[in-house]
């Protein structure tokens, strides 16, 4: 067999892939901070000719990825050479000239404000509006071509900022996947905290929560097509997320509460499990958006035809009522 290219190996299971040590200069960014500081992938490939032209690409983009974050921590030394050792996680604000950025970092834009109480609010608002900003263009990215597809650059082509700012505010791409996940479940809590459901009638409360529902997952397919993908990894990149687990626990609590005042009122029967008709109404409205295409191959049946969308919604909602009725 040929010598293998430098960082390039052939693991245990025969796959090809490379193994590179981080910079020692980079050890103090962010994203390499604590994390090991050698860098292992695989490329999937079994046949040796295509898993090293896989592997050179691969290799190719992580010296990108290490000369962005050069460029994004010595910018940051330029203007603050003794603080670099106290860079957290969460980025503060730093004021950057044109051509202090210029001599660190080319012709890249300016940093973007840190975020810091004691600043302007202006500046902390610009902050803001830029992870805001990443967050959205990255939701579309990764519900696109999933965390494997996705590319910083792209998610950095869609923003008014740079790569190297993506890794400041986010840490990693699987961080700022995770982020985005977090996003996502949050919107659709949000428009449930939203329907002030307690100062309406219980069974018109849980009308509206089965409507909003169906709702939501029609306006945002890309909730259900991130859903997807973070299954197909086996949940990984959320599992044992403590603020994702707290925030979905209000779905449950409020299915919980509606249940208990039905029954309260005698006009919902008893011993519902509220986990299973949360499930009931989610799968419903989640798989006429995430089978839709296999759906319509299959039975050549549109199931977004705009003439049948209404009587779905309304089929979800009276099988949910009928069902929690005694």
């Known amino acids: 067999m040929a010598k293998l290219p430098r960082n390039v190996r052939i693991g245990r299971n025969g796959r090809v892939g490379i193994l590179k040590k981080v910079p020692r200069d980079l050890w103090e960014h962010p994203q390499y901070r604590d994390r090991s500081k050698v860098i292992e992938r695989s490329t999937g490939a079994v046949n040796v000719t295509e898993g090293v032209k896989i592997a050179c690409a691969m290799l190719q983009d992580l010296e990108q990825e290490f000369a962005s974050a050069r460029a994004e921590l010595y910018a940051i030394e330029a203007l603050h050479p003794h603080e670099e050792e106290a860079l ?22 300016p940093l973007p404000a840190p975020v810091d109480d004691s600043r302007p609010a202006p500046r902390r608002r610009e902050a803001e509006a830029t992870r805001r900003d990443i967050l959205d263009a990255a939701m579309e990215e990764f519900a696109a071509k999933g965390l494997s597809g996705a590319r910083v650059d792209a998610i950095a082509a869609r923003t008014r900022t740079t790569k190297p700012m993506i890794y400041y505010h986010f840490g990693s791409k699987e961080k700022l996947y995770a982020a985005v996940m977090e996003e996502a479940y949050g919107g659709v809590r949000t428009k449930e905290q939203g329907l002030h459901l307690d100062a309406l009638p219980t069974e018109e409360a849980m009308r509206r929560l089965v409507e909003v529902t169906f709702d939501h997952h029609a306006e945002h397919p890309e909730y259900v097509r991130l859903v997807t993908v973070e299954n197909i990894e086996m949940g990984r990149h959320i599992t044992g997320r403590k603020s994702l687990i707290e925030r979905n626990a209000i779905a449950i609590e409020t299915v919980q509460d509606l249940l208990r005042r039905g029954e309260a009122e005698g006009i919902f029967r008893t011993g519902i499990n509220p986990w299973h008709l949360h499930f009931l109404i989610s799968s419903f409205c989640f798989m006429r958006v995430s089978n839709r295409y296999s759906w319509r191959a299959v039975f050549d049946m549109d199931l977004w035809d705009e003439e049948d969308v209404p009587a779905q919604r309304e089929m979800i909602v009276e099988a949910i009522l009928r069902y929690v009725k005694p």
């Open 88 to 109: 957290p996680d969460e980025p503060h604000e730093v004021e950057i000239s044109p051509a202090d950025l210029s001599a660190a970092e080319g012709s890249k834009p």
